[in-house]
């Protein structure tokens, strides 16, 4: 599969064909680099020059407070843009670490190439828009769910929001204990315990990564 046609997939290039991406890209200039697991692509603080497009792979944006307490912000997959909402204003430093999380190809328009992507195309510029707008909903409401939330709060959240199609009120947990904590911004021991007593309380069923939500009226008073 070309570039070209895996860049259709991605909401930037939405409602535009094959032929039109192509002709697009050879307006600008842009780079192609592959990634390894654990590479680090921008670190909390660089200055943001430029577009990261991702075309494969996956990437995970994290942050580390003074005394090294990791908190998995987003994990990124598939063809998506990397920090677009940071990408123009007067403080644009990437918020977060960004690392690797699998074999990746990423594309970096520079800055003024990708300003000029978005004046000569309406349909990219009304994309980005509407990407910077949606990602910056997401981000208010993780600070909300980080910051507010206690941590069988979070569980609720999490759990609630994942059995919500799914017979039986059950899931299969894509993340060890340790990813899940880093996500919610806890401890591992604080949310095995939390975990524990949920159990205990009979409104969880809790087996390896399998979890059956067993009293949902009491799951949704936990949440704040």
């Known amino acids: 599969m070309s570039d070209c046609e895996r860049l259709s997939s991605n909401r930037l290039f939405k409602g535009l064909d094959v032929g039109v991406i192509r002709n697009l890209l ?19 603080g660089d200055k943001v020059y430029g577009q990261y497009i991702m075309l494969t792979g996956g990437v995970i944006g994290q942050m580390t407070n003074y005394q090294g307490k990791v908190v998995k912000i987003e994990d990124i997959e598939g063809c998506q843009l990397i920090a677009p909402a940071f990408l123009y204003g007067s403080d644009n430093h990437y ?3 960004i690392i690797v999380s699998k074999p990746t ?19 990219v510029q009304q994309n980005f828009l509407n990407i910077i707008s949606g990602k910056t909903q997401f981000l208010s409401n993780k ?8 941590i069988k ?14 017979p039986g009120n059950t899931i299969v947990l894509p ?18 315990r939390a975990f524990g007593e949920l159990t205990q309380d009979q409104i969880l069923d809790i087996k390896g990564k399998k979890i059956t939500v067993l009293n949902e009226h009491e799951l949704k008073t936990l949440i704040q």
């Not at 050879?26 to 909390?44: G, L, P, R």
């Not at 600070?143 to 206690?150: C, D, R, T, V």
């Open 143 to 150: 600070i909300k769910f980080l910051a507010l939330q206690p």
């Open 153 to 166: 709060g979070k569980i609720a959240s999490y759990i609630l929001k994942r059995t919500r199609n799914n």
């Open 175 to 192: 993340y060890s204990q340790e990813n899940l904590a880093d996500l919610f911004g806890v401890t591992r021991p604080a949310l095995a």
């Open 105 to 123: 190809e990423i594309i970096f328009i520079e800055k003024e190439n990708f300003s000029y992507l978005l004046h000569i195309n309406t349909t």
């Open 26 to 44: 050879e307006e600008i200039s842009y780079k192609k680099t592959v990634y390894q697991k654990n590479d680090i692509i921008a670190m909390d």
């Open 95 to 97: 918020p977060v670490d």
